[in-house]
């Protein structure tokens, strides 16, 4: 492990292998471990540089203070990739992690070469969504409730409840235990989620990328994950999309063979 200081803050690295740079950017609830299943196969091409975000393991964080935001995470990323010793990189993202990439694409795309957003995680606004709501999203109200009971000190009901949403019922359980374990070492971070403050995307966002991107989705992702990422992909310009097979948000780790196939074919095109 390595350590960059970024915006005031040590961000905690993996730099794995050779080859052009790959930075990788986890979701919610995770860190850089998360992607123990695919970096055999991507080290074999690339460098690999998986980033711990602001508050995520190897920190223990209490969930008090504001420094947990999107907003926050986008500048650290780019701050990071400013201060990383090859440029332009290969900037990868799953779910609230692809959306922090789309971020950082959409400000400085002179930093990178291609974008991999694996199912973004967030919401559309009406220019892409046309049974757009105004207010809170169902998915907030999820990441409330669950961060209200972690915030109580029930650890594993907290997680269960936000798993179940995003998975389907009994996704908490089914989960091997090293898997629920990573969960717990990041599960105050949800408490900070409640104040993300996490902008829908809009046409004007998604027409604004001009990086080369790869959009990778669960073919059998339930909820709003799909809907986002087929709509993205249809306003970025150019944007490939491939839809794995049998697996869900975490298809990378249920497929990663496949998964690495299509990373590495749209890289080195």
Same mark, same amino acid.
């Not at 009994?170 to 235990?177: F, H």
């Given at each position: 492990m390595h350590s960059l200081p970024v915006n005031g803050f040590d961000m905690p690295y993996l730099d794995i292998g050779e080859g052009p740079p790959l930075?990788?950017?986890?979701?919610?609830?995770?860190? !850089?471990?998360?992607?123990?299943?695919?970096? @055999?196969?991507?080290?074999?091409?690339?460098?690999?540089? /998986?980033?711990?975000?602001?508050? !995520? !393991?190897? /920190?223990?964080?209490?969930g008090v203070g504001d420094t947990y935001s999107i907003a926050q995470h986008v500048d650290d990323v780019i701050a990071f990739i400013e201060k990383f010793d090859t440029r332009p990189v290969d900037l990868m993202g799953h779910s609230r992690g692809g959306h922090i990439c789309f971020r950082a694409a959409?400000? $400085?795309?002179?930093?990178?070469?291609?974008?991999?957003?694996a199912e973004p995680g967030g919401e559309l606004d009406g220019t892409l969504d046309p049974d757009f709501q105004p207010g809170p999203s169902p998915l907030a109200a999820r990441i409330a409730a669950s961060a209200d009971v972690i915030a109580g000190g029930d650890i594993d009901?907290?997680?269960?409840? !936000?798993?179940?949403?995003?998975?389907?019922?009994?996704?908490?359980?089914?989960?091997?235990?090293?898997?629920?374990?990573?969960?717990?070492? +990041?599960?105050t971070t949800l408490i900070g989620q409640t104040?993300?403050? $996490?902008?829908?995307?809009?046409?004007?966002? %998604?027409? %604004?990328?001009?990086?080369?991107?790869?959009?990778? @989705?669960? %073919? +059998?992702?339930k909820g709003m994950l799909p809907k986002v990422l087929h709509a993205l992909a249809a306003n970025v310009k150019g944007a490939r999309t491939e839809m794995i097979p049998g697996t869900t948000h975490p298809m990378f780790e249920q497929a990663p063979q496949r998964y690495c196939e299509i990373v590495l074919e749209f890289l080195a095109a």
């Open positions: 930075v990788c950017v986890h979701g919610s609830l995770c860190d !850089f471990r998360i992607w123990s299943a695919v970096l @055999g196969p991507l080290t074999r091409r690339h460098r690999v540089i /998986a980033v711990s975000l602001r508050h !995520f !393991f190897p /920190a223990h964080w209490d959409q400000r $400085r795309p002179d930093l990178l070469r291609k974008l991999v957003l009901g907290g997680l269960q409840i !936000f798993l179940d949403a995003l998975e389907g019922p009994g996704a908490w359980k089914r989960l091997p235990a090293t898997s629920k374990q990573l969960l717990r070492d +990041n599960a104040r993300d403050q $996490r902008p829908p995307f809009s046409k004007a966002d %998604a027409e %604004a990328i001009k990086t080369p991107t790869l959009f990778i @989705g669960g %073919a +059998n992702t």
